[in-house]
């Protein structure tokens, strides 16, 4: 069960895998758009939620939007059953347009940490030329493949290499360890 509550308590998200709901006000809302997809997180940003969604066997995980159906942003990932975790997720938008800004994702796939960033303007452009869109607005990400323990305090995070190596990790300032 996934519940994530709004920063004004005005809305709330409610999904048990397979059927995913939005309590807004006294109505509520349904979110076809996410299709067979399960939700594996979910991000309050200003009034609206960003959402990670994939299937069990999936070729990538798709970021949509609870307000904008075109919204559409998807990591290439192949994926399994209980190969993914989402750790935690930002956006740190543009003060005077909210449609712009950047989307920062800390994912876990298999023995892999993945930081991804993603133009939520790009994302947002609608659906003309959609695949094209999607790969333009996933920008490049930092990988990690070698590590063998770790530990989040976020938006830090700490690993230890195999080479016996330890690293803390700034997600907010990737060029700085």
Partial sequence: MVVKIADDFGKVVFSNGKEHYMLNGTSQDNFPWIKDKFLRYVLNHDGRFDRACSKDYDRDIDILD????????????????????????????????????????????????????????????????????????????????????????WPYFSYATKNNRVFIYNAFNPKFI
Avoid: W
């Fill in 66 to 153: 609870s307000e904008n159906q075109n919204f559409n942003a998807s990591l290439d990932y192949k994926i399994e059953p209980g190969l993914m975790e989402v750790f935690d997720a930002v956006v740190d938008s543009n003060a005077r347009d909210k449609a712009k800004g950047m989307m920062k994702i800390l994912t876990k796939i298999g023995d892999f940490l993945y930081l991804d960033y993603i133009d939520i303007e790009k994302a947002n452009k609608g659906d003309s030329e959609e695949s094209e869109q999607e790969s333009e607005a996933v920008l490049p990400n930092c990988i990690e493949k070698h590590y063998s323990a770790y530990g989040f305090n």
